[in-house]
């Protein structure tokens, strides 16, 4: 029965089966970050493309190469948002948000959408979660979202989960080691990738997240940042990690994580787990201590992290079982169906889930339909307006009083 016509490549449907296993991660994010206090917040799923060039960075990979942009009717530039943050920032400044108390605490579910080359774990529309602390530049902020995430990971019992952690520095005190680090990509430019080389003025943090086998050996003796990190930017950095470690959080340390988006500052962090092949990062975040002044606002620190669901899915690799049904009505005769109809309505009413037959079925093909979609129970409506209730694991079948079906099925096992 297929059509000539298929999911855009990168994209994929979430059939039923698949949406189970969503709802229950979404479900157990929701609860766990509700919890710690932040509220949910939604943004359009496009926004003006200057949003993404200013707040990711014209630099990155992202808006280089990978947003969905185009010109709306009014000749507007719109980009189909391939990242949450900075349009929750954009939020906050759009709705005042700093007037109410701080930290604003937010967390987002929802598609995102970048040009990537795809791949298991990559695609062109993909699903996050996400949680943001907006207005504290506290250790405590960056510890808390980061045990968010790791709770949630663990809840959820994703196998094989590790976490790294990194700092960036304020900008300031990065300037003295962007200088040095592009001292060091000159010095070896000849063994560099050309992306590599051709951003080493613009962009030379990127060297580190680079597959390219010459430009690693180059890496491997650069000078990092964390070694680099001085006075107030190496005190959080040291409060950040004892507070993991008096949370019990395990962590180590990679000087050489970086992430690709350029709003970073201070803490960065990332959780990779090893069943998910290439595309081994599951979720990850930082600190965000300039972005909303880049926007246009007032200096505001943040902190926050993004988690890929279809890497969370893909991780966790287990079905959630079909709910099933609390009953099925058939009917013996068609001068029942009416009657099947209300009482379906009656039991829904009541928490039950119940279905009829929308097929014109004979008895026999109801209840073997019924069969098919899991009915635990079916009511079978006869001619003469009496019921019968049939055990569907053990063929066990009794007439029934209609009035007390609820009652009945409701305490079913
Ligand atoms: P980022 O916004 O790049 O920090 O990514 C945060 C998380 O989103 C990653 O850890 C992944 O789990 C997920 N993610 C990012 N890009 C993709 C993609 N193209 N396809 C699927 N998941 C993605």
Redesign the pocket.
Known sequence: MASKYQAPR?TFDVLPEEARNRARIERAAATILARAGYERIATPAFEDTELFERGVGRSTD?VRK?MFTFEDKGGRSITLR????APICRAYLEHGMHKLAQPVKLFYGGP?F?H?R?QA????????L?AEAIGSDSPLADAELIALLFELLDELGVPGVELQLGSLGSPESRQAYLEELKAHLRAHQDDLSKDVRERIELNPLRAFDSDDEGTRVVMASAPTIVERLDGEDAEHFAEVRSLLDAAGIAYSIDPTLV???DYYTRTIF??VCDRLGA?S?????GRYDGLIEQLGGPPTPAVG????????ALALDEAVEAPGRDAFIAVAADEQRRRATTLAGELRHAGISAEVDLADRGLKGQLKHADRIGARRVVILEADGSAQLRDMASGEQRPVEAGRLADEIGSAP
Not at 121 to 128: D, I, L, S
Not at 281 to 285: N, T, V
Not at 305 to 312: K, M, P, Q, T
Request: hydrophobic share 30%; aromatic share 12%.
């Open positions: 990168g992202i990978e391939p990242e949450g943050t995102f970048r990537e795809p774990g990559r695609y062109r529309q993909f699903h996050q996400g992430r690709g988006l990332s959780f595309q990062e599951i979720g990850g975040g992290w993004a988690a890929g669901i279809e890497r969370i």
